[in-house]
């Protein structure tokens, strides 16, 4: 078994708060001051996880993404860079608020008895951490946690979220046929680049862009990622200031643009131009231009995926792709705080099936693998798109008979490369909707097009506890407090075409309204009036 004196010994450099700590959607997350023990014992889990994995390795990554600079975070990422395995979160949890050593050692022994661990197996774990100041402390925690369980750790350094799943991802399949590219920021960048010019080369260039990178570490990857591009795209750089911890996602990134429904610090809107937004840990992104009355326009994770899925429709049906005979399945998955005319459009004219799923990628990224080709994204801008392995075989293996037929599958083969697999990715996302709109000879205002939002407002509001609300039916409804989704009900019926829900996040320590209606002042008014209610 373990060695009981070594983690004692290196557990008291790491004494625990007098927190309840809960692993949640995001991992854990919180203020940074109340985390050293929580990144300890995280590594103790990721050592367990890799050793019952038999020593395959697991990433760790430390970022509270679009959150305060104040806040840190944490999350365990499985092999293939898959969010953690949901039995598993109950362990972290336990490890995370044992009050003593002792205890402590117990939920290790919990865990070794009950998941049938080897210790005797090897165990690897990559981590990287966003540029947060606290992540270096952090993460020394997190290296004493491996030590103790004495696991190989690769510290990865500064990294977007998802370089480290992408890096988990190509270690774990490195010399296999499922390889998915070389373990380095190099390699990562790369493969997008090299995709992406198969995508767009030789084609009409989309007008000016700008990004702005929330003054976080997605200011040094897309700078990467342009550089291995070149010409083919060319941006300019906004909110990069990652030395002062105090800018980070202030006033700035997808979070505030999204939620504020604005343009960001830094920026001045000139009609004709593109823009776009990352969050802190360049895992979301959005998009957003000024129309010709120089007003505000947002093309956010919903706009993404309707583009997506919209595009590849076309591609599957050009390209007559067929698994076992049977036409591609495209589907969309979405979370209730889906805009409702996107829900609409994509029922009804692209005509690609859609389900719901809770909030939170690790549930739509598992309804979207039902799919050949499943489209996800939060309306925030988390998402990509999946595509099964017979899929990939079967764009690869389809014999084009004639050039529309070929060209189609091209870009099909191209699209599964420069989309990230394993998770969510800003930059690539970005890639994609650039790829899309420049095959179609489309702008950004004829992409917003296609549809039109209904006015929408998300509010939070703080409670004494946020567990008495208990959401069901993909978090569109309350079963608790008792009646009160009732009470939402009789709310929502006075507004022409409202919509509304009350949910506690999983990542703060509040409750999340969001509602809907025909108008601005309604959408407003509802948002205001269960606000009232919630309180
Ligand atoms: P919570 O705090 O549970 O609402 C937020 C986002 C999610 C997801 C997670 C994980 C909203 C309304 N919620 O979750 O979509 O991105 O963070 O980061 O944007
Ligand atoms: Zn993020």
Avoid at 399 to 418: C, F, M, N, T, Y
């Amino acid at each position: 078994s373990f060695d009981a004196n070594k983690i004692k010994q290196l557990s008291a450099k790491h004494p625990k708060s007098p927190v309840t700590y809960t692993y949640g959607t995001a991992g854990f997350r919180t203020k940074a001051d109340v985390l050293d023990s929580v990144l300890f014992r995280v590594g103790l889990l990721a050592v367990l996880r890799s050793q019952s994995h038999n020593g395959r390795t697991i990433g760790v990554m430390v970022t509270a993404s679009h959150n305060a600079a104040e806040d840190n975070g944490v999350k365990l990422v499985e092999p293939l860079g898959e969010m953690l395995k949901q039995s598993w979160e109950a362990y972290a949890t336990s490890l995370a608020n044992a009050e003593t050593e002792d205890a402590l050692l117990k939920a290790l022994e919990n865990i070794v008895q009950k998941e049938g661990i080897n210790m005797s197996a090897p165990a690897n774990v990559v981590i990287a951490r966003d540029t947060r100041p606290s992540g270096e402390n952090l993460v020394a925690a997190l290296k004493d946690g491996v030590a103790a369980l004495g696991g190989n750790l690769t510290d990865f350094g500064i990294q977007t979220t998802p370089q480290l799943h992408y890096v988990t991802r190509c270690i774990n399949t490195k010399g296999t046929p499922e390889a998915y590219g070389e373990p380095t920021n190099e390699g990562y960048y790369a493969k997008l680049a090299e995709a992406f010019k198969r995508l767009v080369g030789g084609k009409q260039k989309l007008a000016q862009f700008h990004v702005d990178a929330a003054n976080g570490v997605g200011a040094i990857a897309i700078r990467g990622l342009l550089n291995a591009i070149g010409g083919d795209l060319t941006a300019t750089i906004v909110n990069d200031n990652i030395n002062d911890a105090a800018k980070l996602n202030h006033d700035a990134g997808a979070d505030f643009v999204k939620v504020q429904q604005r343009e960001p610090v830094g920026l001045k809107l000139i009609p004709g131009e593109n823009y776009a937004s990352l969050d802190g840990d360049a895992d979301r992104i959005v998009f957003y231009y000024a129309d010709e009355a120089g007003k505000f326009r947002l093309l956010d994770g919903d706009k993404i995926a309707t583009l997506a899925a919209g595009f590849i429709m076309d591609q599957v049906k050009a390209g007559q792709v067929t698994i076992n005979g049977a036409p591609v399945k495209v589907g969309l998955v979405q979370t209730a705080y889906a805009n409702g005319s996107s829900t609409a459009y994509v029922k009804e004219v692209l005509k690609v099936p859609v389900e719901f799923t809770e909030t939170g990628v690790k549930h739509l990224h598992h309804k979207a693998e039902e799919f050949d080709v499943g489209v996800y994204f939060e309306a925030n801008g988390h998402g990509t798109v999946l595509f099964s392995k017979a899929a990939i075989q079967a764009f690869h293996t389809t014999h084009g008979q004639k050039e529309e037929q070929q060209r189609a599958l091209r870009i099909l083969r191209a699209l599964s490369d420069v989309i990230n697999q394993a998770v969510g990715d800003a930059l690539s996302d970005l890639l994609l909707v650039v790829a899309v709109l420049v095959n179609q000879g489309r702008t950004f205002a004829e992409w917003d097009s296609a549809y039109t939002d209904l006015p929408s407002r998300l509010e939070k509001v703080k409670v004494k506890r946020r567990a008495d609300f208990v959401p069901t039916d993909a978090d569109r409804r309350l079963v608790k407090p008792e009646g009160f989704q009732q009470k939402i009900e009789a709310v929502v019926a006075k507004f022409n075409k409202g919509r509304a829900f009350v949910r506690p996040s999983g990542t703060e320590d509040v409750v999340r309204v969001y509602a809907e209606a025909d108008s601005r002042e309604n959408a407003d008014l509802l948002a205001k009036t269960l606000c009232d209610l919630v309180a």
